[in-house]
C-alpha cells in the first residue's frame, strides 16, 4: 500500500465520530429541539430525533425569512426619518 493511500484512511478514520459522540450529539438535539424536549417519552430514535430537528430547522427558515418579509413591508410604509424607523432601527442593531 502506498504511503499516500495509508495516509488518507488514516485521516479518515482519525475523523470519524465514535458511537459515544453520536449518542452524545443525539442528546444535545433532544435538548434544543421543544417537539422533542416537550415529550413524556425518554423513547425517541435518533433516526427520529433527527427528522424533527431537519423539521426544527426547516420551520425556523420559514420563520426567519416571513419575519423578513413583514419587517420589509413595514419599512416600505413608514418614512424613513419617522420615529418608528428609528425604533426598528435600534432594535436591528441590538
Known sequence: ??????SSRERS???RISDDQI???????????PE???RRSDKVSASKVLQ???NYIK????EVDDLSERL???????DADSAEAAIIRS???N
Open 1 to 6: 500500500m502506498s504511503s499516500r493511500s495509508r
Open 13 to 15: 478514520e482519525s475523523t
Open 23 to 33: 449518542v452524545q450529539l443525539v442528546f444535545k438535539l433532544r435538548q434544543l429541539v
Open 36 to 38: 422533542i424536549r416537550t
Open 52 to 54: 424533527e430537528t431537519c
Open 59 to 62: 420551520n425556523l427558515h420559514r
Open 72 to 78: 420589509a413591508q413595514l419599512l416600505s410604509t413608514i
Open 91 to 93: 432594535l436591528l442593531s
